[in-house]
């Protein structure tokens, strides 16, 4: 009865609000694939996969087409052996990790139905809610500072505000929006926009200033360990990689040459298989941890929700595209301003 019998895929295109600028690029749209994972007794259990070119080289028409090769990979086989799914899922960490996660998501969330246990208490059940901090995209002074002002006021503590194109600006926007929002954390993201010596700049400069940054992330291009290294021993801010830490591989090695105080793992470019190992290896090694997305919906979103909740290994959780959205609410989690909570069943 808990036996796989078919895998769907289908592509769902949301809108953004508004358009929402990082360093060097801006997005419009998410073209993200609805997996479902259908069960023999007719359980369908739901993951979704939000692809990105930018970060892990994934093409949608591409994923899309994997939808029959993924049925025949795990066709057969029992969700209540969900670690057997999670290992033939492995095989797509380096093509297809969007995919990976969604399928890995679906079968824990069919085994779930089946069993009547919320997939965050099936992976540890380590919190019962979280809180998510809320992201400002690039755009002039005066609009990041009004947007941090009204999300600051909506009840959003921590701030997530990219940079990455500009120093003396990014500098300036900074101090700007410290003011503005006394009492407030800040996620500074440069998304790979700097050099490492800008980024020493920047940071000291910022530091200078008061400013309360608690995480800095990727700073520097993803394969520049050796920047991120001289960062992370010149910058008065934790130093964060994220678009260089996709797989368990990537964190090890990051770890291992003293790259970073901080992973943001996403479970678009790690699934929950490589995500649990990252969770451990950081634990071990004392390593500090964060949670982000893509361009999820609230169907995504839940994925993480799930996670974080469950494994409660995250001092910061960035889990706000649902939000940017145009999409109706379908995550089996409520929301409550800032708070995050995965249901009970
Ligand atoms: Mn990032």
């Known amino acids: 009865m808990c036996e796989i019998v078919d895998v769907t895929f289908d592509l769902k295109t949301y809108e953004y609000s508004e358009p929402f600028r990082i360093a060097n690029n801006v997005e419009d749209k998410a073209d993200n694939i609805e997996v479902k994972v259908h069960l023999k007794d007719g359980t369908v259990g739901v993951g979704e996969a939000s692809s990105s070119y930018r970060v892990n080289g994934e093409k949608v028409p591409a994923l899309l087409a994997l939808q029959d090769t993924v049925k025949e990979m795990i066709s057969g086989e029992d969700v209540r052996n969900y670690k057997r799914i999670f290992d033939i899922m492995d095989g797509l960490s380096r093509t297809a990790p969007s995919v990976k996660a969604a399928v890995q998501y679906a079968t824990l969330d069919a085994l779930s139905i089946v069993i009547g246990v919320p997939v965050y208490q099936i992976l540890g059940g380590n919190k019962s809610k979280i809180h998510t901090d809320k992201t400002i995209g690039i755009d002039t002074i005066d609009i990041m500072v009004e947007k941090a002002r009204k999300t600051f006021n909506e009840g959003f503590k921590t701030l997530k505000i990219k940079i990455g194109e500009n120093l003396k600006e ?123 997305c893509m361009g999820e919906s609230s169907v995504g979103i839940n994925q993480s929700v799930h996670f974080a909740a469950g494994t409660g290994a995250f001092a910061y959780h960035d889990l706000d595209s649902h939000m940017m959205l145009k999409a109706e609410f379908r995550g089996k989690f409520k929301q409550e301003g800032d708070t995050l909570i995965p249901n009970v069943q």
């Open 170 to 292: 990014d500098i300036e926007k900074m101090i700007a929006i410290s003011e503005a929002t006394p009492g407030a954390f800040y996620i500074v993201d440069a998304n790979q926009g700097y050099t490492a010596k800008t980024a020493i700049q920047f940071a000291k400069s910022v530091y200078a200033q008061n400013v309360n940054v608690v995480v800095f992330e990727q700073p520097v291009m993803w394969n520049d360990l050796d920047g991120l290294k001289l960062l992370r021993y010149n910058s008065p801010f934790p130093i964060a990689a994220d678009e260089s830490a996709k797989t368990r591989h990537d964190v090890y090695a990051l770890i291992r040459n003293e790259c970073v105080d901080f992973v943001n793992i996403k479970l678009m470019k790690s699934g929950l298989s490589d995500a649990l190992s990252i969770v451990e290896l950081a634990k071990t090694t004392n390593i500090g941890l964060m949670i982000g």
